[in-house]
């Protein structure tokens, strides 16, 4: 939607790098409201599935977290999908 300000992002980190089923993909970053007045940020966290046997979508979204931020301000965002949530099941 409209925004009377900008976001920024930094410090895109995973928690860990392989997973298996029945783990939790983590996905922690910094967002920065670099404008001059407060607002909301919707951060959306997107997969990927390059090289799928299977059609799929380009970039799916898979979690999202809303952000109210103050002029300057920054906040940690932490944003997880479950390994399984991601799977193909034909």
């Given at each position: 939607?409209?925004?009377?300000?900008?976001?920024?992002?930094?410090?895109?980190a995973?928690?860990?790098?392989?997973?298996?089923?029945?783990?939790?993909?983590?996905?922690?970053?910094?967002?920065?409201?670099?404008?001059?007045?407060?607002?909301?940020?919707?951060?959306?966290?997107?997969?990927?599935?390059?090289?799928?046997?299977?059609?799929?979508?380009v970039?799916d979204?898979?979690?999202?977290?809303?952000?109210?931020?103050?002029?300057?301000?920054?906040?940690?965002?932490?944003?997880?999908?479950?390994?399984?949530?991601?799977?193909?099941?034909d």
């Open positions: 939607g409209l925004s009377y300000t900008t976001f920024g992002y930094a410090n895109l995973l928690e860990d790098d392989v997973l298996g089923s029945g783990e939790t993909l983590s996905v922690s970053f910094d967002v920065s409201n670099t404008g001059a007045v407060a607002g909301t940020e919707v951060a959306q966290l997107y997969v990927g599935y390059p090289n799928s046997s299977v059609e799929r979508p970039l979204l898979r979690a999202f977290a809303r952000v109210e931020l103050d002029p300057g301000e920054t906040r940690r965002v932490t944003l997880e999908v479950e390994v399984d949530d991601l799977a193909w099941y």
